[in-house]
């Protein structure tokens, strides 16, 4: 697109403009140039913000970006999402050398084998994978709190089935070597169980 | 000093309000139909069990709210970003938009998956609200202009050029290539230059199993192609600062590249492609799309006879 901006709809009238036309967001002002009132007519002081007020306002935004640039630089190098929406940007940073399918299952107390669903506790399918990757982890590693999460999970799914509660809920994890189609798979099952 | 009037000059660049205000419909009318037709299901969220809610820091402090109040954030906000993206009361519109669109996107964040596809759209609102987006295209504009011509005062015109303007599209633009060379960062910070090869891309094509993806990830070179591909287009948005062809190459790169992560991927940039139009001329863009209607339809309008 062109850089020269319009100029047609100026009053005849206009007074001295405090900057020039110029191009768009490549180029940048002269130094001190205040740049805002091009255009303005002598009769429209009112309706500009007061020349001192301004200078504060835009030393208080430039403080503010200032701060934003540093925090989300910090963000950035840490690599953190917690901070978010001031945050890093690592999603699939991490070497991997296997592909993982998990599922989880519950025996209810009539017997029932129920395979437990992301929607039944109100998750997306990607919200309910980050809660297992706390049982266990991509690679099969069993996580300190796997146990307690697991025993947490069951008890939310028995309270949505106080009917048929279960006595029994099992993650089974499937991991698959990369790449892809590379033969061979290990299975890791961690179990609950109603005591 | 000197440094201190180049961090002005680069960050407050006095551009046209029409820019911003077109922009502004942009950013608004995304949130707009992101929350009013994709993100409604957030409500149910209040329901869900406290075990999953590991709320992001910001959230931390805030107590989470039940489904009917969290039923009144999503009326308030759908409300606001509709005066917002038509320009009625458009600054305090934006003020109630803004915090309330990062809450509402914050608390399903908080349920164990952080995305960053609404990242610039959160950061858009905010910056809109803080530079003079309603100076144009605006209900506010219309009125302005009504209430002078009936004064018989001074008509303020759209021509008008702003620091702020200015700001809210470098923040924008800096948040746009600080989001990619970050990525990369963290890429070649935790794996090195052999995350190219290092199976993260085929097993997320695996994980979220689109049909695309489970075609390709028989093909291990591919993959390793489009790595590297990933690799060195976010490692050097920085060229998106250059004008011109240079720009607008990577910018088509960049989008091919983010209709790729939606097919082969399933996941969304479309907040963080809209805001590439922080980099360009929008104001003339506008004056050329008008120009262009109007030989459309002067062309299309039945030629008047001359009589003799």
């Not at chain 2, 094509?205 to 993959?223: D, E, K, S």
Request: hydrophobic share 50%; net charge positive; aromatic share 12%.
């Amino acid at each position: 697109m062109s850089n020269i901006p319009s100029m047609r709809q100026q009053p005849p009238h206009a007074p001295q403009a405090t900057s020039r036309p110029r191009g768009g967001t490549g180029t940048l002002p002269d130094p001190g140039d205040q740049g805002a009132t091009v255009g303005a007519p002598a009769g429209a002081e009112h309706q500009l913000r007061p020349a001192a007020g301004r200078r504060w306002l835009i030393a208080l935004v430039s403080t503010a970006t200032a701060i934003w640039l540093a925090a989300q630089l910090g963000a950035g190098l840490a690599m953190t999402v917690q901070s978010w929406p001031v945050a890093g940007f690592p999603m699939f940073s991490e070497r991997r050398t296997v592909a993982d399918q998990r599922w989880i299952e519950v025996r209810t107390r009539a017997g029932r084998i129920v395979t437990v669903r992301p929607g039944e506790f109100g998750l997306t399918a990607l919200q309910f994978l980050n809660y297992q990757r706390g049982i266990v982890g991509d690679a099969g590693m069993v996580k300190p709190k796997g146990a307690a999460r697991l025993g947490r999970l069951a008890a939310i799914w028995n309270r949505q089935h106080p009917d048929d509660p279960a006595v029994s809920m099992t993650l089974t994890l499937l991991v698959r070597p990369l790449p892809y189609g590379t033969p061979g798979e290990s299975r890791q099952v961690i179990r609950w169980s109603a005591s | 000093v000197s440094l201190v009037r180049r961090w002005q000059a680069f960050w407050f660049p006095a551009v046209p309000v029409r820019r911003v205000a077109v922009f502004r419909v942009v950013m608004t009318g995304y949130a707009f139909f992101d929350v009013w037709l994709v993100s409604g299901f957030i409500s149910r969220y209040a329901h869900v069990d406290e075990a999953f809610y590991k709320p992001l820091l910001f959230l931390r402090p805030l107590p989470r709210l039940d489904s009917g109040l969290t039923s009144a954030v999503y009326a308030v906000l759908v409300v606001s970003l509709a005066l917002a993206l038509v320009g009625c009361f458009t600054r305090p519109a934006l003020w109630i938009a803004a915090p309330l669109y990062l809450w509402w996107w914050g608390t399903y964040y908080s349920f164990g998956a952080v995305h960053h596809g609404r990242l610039p759209v959160v950061v858009a609102l905010f910056v809109l609200a803080v530079a003079p987006s309603g100076g144009a295209y605006s209900v506010d504009w219309l009125r302005s202009r009504r209430r002078a011509a009936r004064g018989g005062a001074w008509q303020p015109t759209a021509e008008r050029r702003d620091e702020l303007a200015g700001w809210a599209l470098r923040v924008m633009m800096v948040l746009v290539v600080g989001a990619y060379v970050l990525a990369a960062y963290a890429k070649l910070r935790v794996t090195g230059p052999s995350w190219v090869t290092s199976g993260a891309l085929e097993a997320v094509m695996i994980r979220n199993g689109t049909p695309a993806a489970m075609l390709l990830v028989r093909h291990v070179w591919l993959i390793e192609a489009m790595a590297a591909l990933t690799l060195l287009l976010e490692a050097t948005a920085w060229l998106l600062f250059f004008r011109g062809r240079i720009r607008d190459a990577y910018v088509v790169a960049a989008v091919l590249f983010h209709i790729g992560t939606l097919v082969f991927l399933n996941i969304s940039f479309l907040g963080l492609v809209a805001a590439y139009l922080a980099f360009y001329d929008l104001e003339v863009g506008v004056d050329r799309a008008r120009a262009w209607l109007r030989r459309l339809t002067i062309g299309s309008a039945p030629q008047e006879l001359r009589l003799r």
